[in-house]
């Protein structure tokens, strides 16, 4: 198993930018992929970026995303990160991390979620 929990959320205005990290402990971390969700109120949640596990770094972004958010992982630090800039007010949502065995599995663990909310 392994436990994640975000950081890095808040309140940025528009064209501004923001970095959330995900900290992982328990199982090896470099053995999962990766990916972050986001949420809107009234929405589903939606996938944002996902990231390969150790040995290679492919990245996947979702179209809404692609050029501006950036997906890393420093598995030194068990932790990921998101870096976005160029904010909008669409980006606003609540940002979730999760953790799959391998691109075959579904996400199985997911962190407790970051708030990002941007002000036009």
């Known amino acids: 198993q392994v436990q994640l929990v975000e950081s890095g959320g808040g309140l940025v205005q528009a064209g501004g930018s923001l970095r959330l990290s995900c900290a992982a402990s328990?199982?090896?971390?470099?053995?999962?992929?990766l990916g972050w969700f986001r949420q809107a109120p009234g929405k589903e949640r939606v996938f944002v970026a996902s990231?390969?596990?150790?040995?290679?770094?492919?990245?996947i972004y979702a179209d809404s995303v692609k050029g501006r958010f950036t997906i890393s992982r420093d598995n030194a630090k068990n932790t990921m990160y998101l870096q976005m800039n160029s904010l909008k007010p669409e980006d606003t949502a609540v940002y979730f991390c999760?953790?799959?065995?391998?691109?075959?599995?579904?996400?199985?663990?997911w962190g407790q979620g970051t708030q990002v909310t941007v002000s036009s």
């Open positions: 999760a953790a799959r065995p391998s691109f075959l599995d579904d996400y199985r663990y």
């Open positions: 328990g199982d090896t971390f470099s053995s999962y992929g």
């Open positions: 990231i390969i596990r150790s040995g290679g770094h492919s990245t």
